[in-house]
């Protein structure tokens, strides 16, 4: 079996190229210090990732994890604030994330608007509930407790617990997808969904739980990101959800639906983590990140149709009867 017919192993090997093109110059970027931060740095990217791999493996995008992120970091910041317990904050992230995809779930399931079409517009909506919940003003790091923000930044053999979070999520839903009814349900949707629905599969209800977990996710997310950067406003992760598609289409998760693993997502997210944290370091605007997402995009989808065009002439014949 030949690796490099793997996009998994080109994409590793691209990120340690990309490694060593920026230690022959800056040798202390792979210092081990430096590398966790790249890791850690990437963890929100991976996290919010996965949850976009499943729903892309169901044929649909989700737009709104971004602002998903945001209005579950600034619920979890406004209660904090409210002296509510660490714990219950948590648990409500989660819930209120998984109920925000629930609601882009149940309008391509039940009403059968595109799911593109329904994130974007539910984007929209999310950080319009961050404006009416705060009217537009921050919570900044004086406002929250010492608890709050202490938790992702603790660090555990070498990693933060931000870090270790993404870490339990891969393996997690690695096995998800790779072990469960569910999982395998995922891939049916997307790859066939007429054969899906012939094997007893519903593929709205499975698209559903494609949203309800991506949006958990998010929720998850949000917490993490607001405590680690110690602000929340409308804005926060504004077109995040650029550079999470980006990761996925980098790790070869078909746009199409219905191919493509955590793995090849969580590979997207790190190579991006290392252009991202390499672009201060050889004097170049990190504000090229968002232009090197969208061409990324661009580049890997072309990648994709070219790998998967059948070769050969197709010749059409007309029917003698």
Same mark, same amino acid.
């Given at each position: 079996?030949?690796?490099?017919?793997?996009?998994?192993?080109?994409?590793?090997?691209?990120?340690?190229?990309?490694?060593?093109?920026?230690?022959?110059?800056?040798?202390?970027?792979?210092?081990?210090?430096?590398?966790?931060?790249?890791?850690?740095?990437?963890? *929100?990217?991976?996290?919010?990732?996965?949850?976009?791999?499943?729903?892309?493996?169901?044929?649909?995008?989700?737009?709104?994890?971004?602002?998903?992120?945001?209005?579950? /970091?600034?619920?979890?910041?406004?209660?904090?604030?409210?002296?509510?317990?660490?714990?219950?904050?948590?648990?409500?992230?989660?819930?209120?994330?998984?109920?925000?995809?629930?609601?882009?779930?149940?309008?391509?399931?039940?009403?059968?608007?595109?799911?593109? #079409?329904?994130?974007?517009?539910?984007?929209?909506?999310?950080?319009?509930?961050?404006?009416?919940?705060?009217?537009?003003?921050?919570?900044?790091?004086?406002?929250?407790?010492?608890?709050?923000?202490?938790?992702?930044?603790?660090?555990?053999?070498?990693?933060?617990?931000?870090?270790?979070?993404?870490? #339990?999520?891969?393996?997690?839903?690695?096995?998800?997808?790779?072990?469960?009814?569910?999982?395998?349900?995922?891939?049916?949707?997307?790859?066939? *969904?007429?054969?899906?629905?012939?094997?007893?599969?519903?593929?709205?209800?499975?698209?559903?739980?494609?949203?309800?977990?991506?949006?958990?996710?998010?929720?998850?997310?949000?917490?993490?990101?607001?405590?680690?950067?110690? #602000?929340?406003?409308?804005?926060?992760?504004?077109?995040?959800?650029?550079?999470?598609?980006?990761?996925?289409?980098?790790?070869?998760?078909?746009?199409?639906?219905?191919?493509?693993?955590?793995?090849?997502?969580?590979?997207?997210?790190?190579?991006? /983590?290392?252009?991202?944290?390499?672009?201060?370091?050889?004097?170049?605007? *990190?504000?090229?990140?968002?232009?090197?997402?969208?061409?990324?995009?661009?580049?890997? #989808?072309?990648?994709?149709?070219? =790998?998967?065009?059948? =070769?050969?002439?197709?010749?059409?014949?007309?029917?003698?009867?």
């Amino acid at each position: 079996m030949n690796i490099f017919k793997h996009r998994e192993a080109l994409l590793a090997l691209a990120i340690l190229a990309s490694l060593g093109l920026i230690a022959s110059r800056f040798p202390a970027f792979i210092q081990p210090a430096s590398l966790a931060n790249v890791i850690n740095d990437s963890a *929100p990217l991976m996290i919010l990732g996965i949850g976009q791999v499943i729903v892309i493996l169901t044929k649909c995008i989700d737009l709104s994890v971004a602002a998903n992120l945001a209005l579950t /970091g600034m619920i979890a910041a406004l209660m904090n604030g409210a002296g509510v317990p660490l714990p219950l904050i948590l648990a409500a992230v989660v819930v209120i994330g998984a109920a925000l995809g629930a609601v882009n779930g149940v309008l391509v399931w039940k009403v059968g608007i595109p799911s593109i #079409v329904v994130t974007l517009g539910t984007m929209t909506i999310y950080r319009g509930i961050i404006f009416l919940l705060t009217d537009g003003k921050w919570v900044n790091a004086h406002e929250m407790t010492d608890g709050f923000k202490a938790l992702p930044r603790l660090a555990i053999l070498g990693l933060p617990v931000m870090s270790w979070v993404a870490v #339990v999520l891969i393996a997690v839903f690695a096995l998800v997808l790779t072990r469960t009814a569910l999982g395998r349900a995922f891939y049916a949707v997307g790859g066939n *969904p007429h054969a899906a629905v012939y094997a007893g599969l519903n593929v709205g209800r499975t698209q559903f739980w494609a949203f309800v977990i991506s949006g958990a996710l998010a929720g998850v997310t949000g917490y993490l990101w607001v405590a680690r950067y110690a #602000v929340a406003y409308v804005d926060i992760a504004g077109g995040f959800e650029l550079d999470v598609v980006a990761a996925c289409v980098i790790g070869g998760i078909a746009i199409a639906g219905g191919a493509g693993t955590i793995w090849g997502a969580v590979l997207g997210a790190l190579f991006l /983590g290392v252009i991202k944290n390499a672009l201060p370091v050889v004097d170049i605007s *990190p504000f090229w990140q968002m232009a090197i997402s969208g061409s990324a995009i661009i580049l890997a #989808v072309a990648f994709n149709t070219a =790998k998967s065009r059948p =070769k050969g002439r197709l010749i059409l014949r007309e029917a003698t009867e």
